[in-house]
């Protein structure tokens, strides 16, 4: 929780792609302006667990081209 709370990075990593479900109540989807940002509609943030097909599919769709 401490490093949530005290993170300091003023702009995101251009190199980084996030995955954000677009209902987490812990981290609102509202509030992230990233570049990379990969939506998951209706993903909570247990989505890793109920969403799993979906992630899938983004992650496949992020590094196909490597």
């Not at 667990?49 to 992630?55: A, D, E, Q, R």
Request: hydrophobic share 40%.
């Amino acid at each position: 929780i401490d490093t949530i709370v005290n993170w300091d990075r003023k702009k995101a990593d251009p190199k980084v792609h996030h995955i954000h479900g677009t209902s987490d109540e812990i981290f609102p989807f509202k509030r992230l302006s990233l570049s990379k940002l990969e939506a998951i509609e209706d993903g909570t943030h247990a989505m890793i667990i109920t969403k799993g097909s979906s992630i899938e599919n983004k992650i496949l769709q992020i590094i196909k081209p490597f």
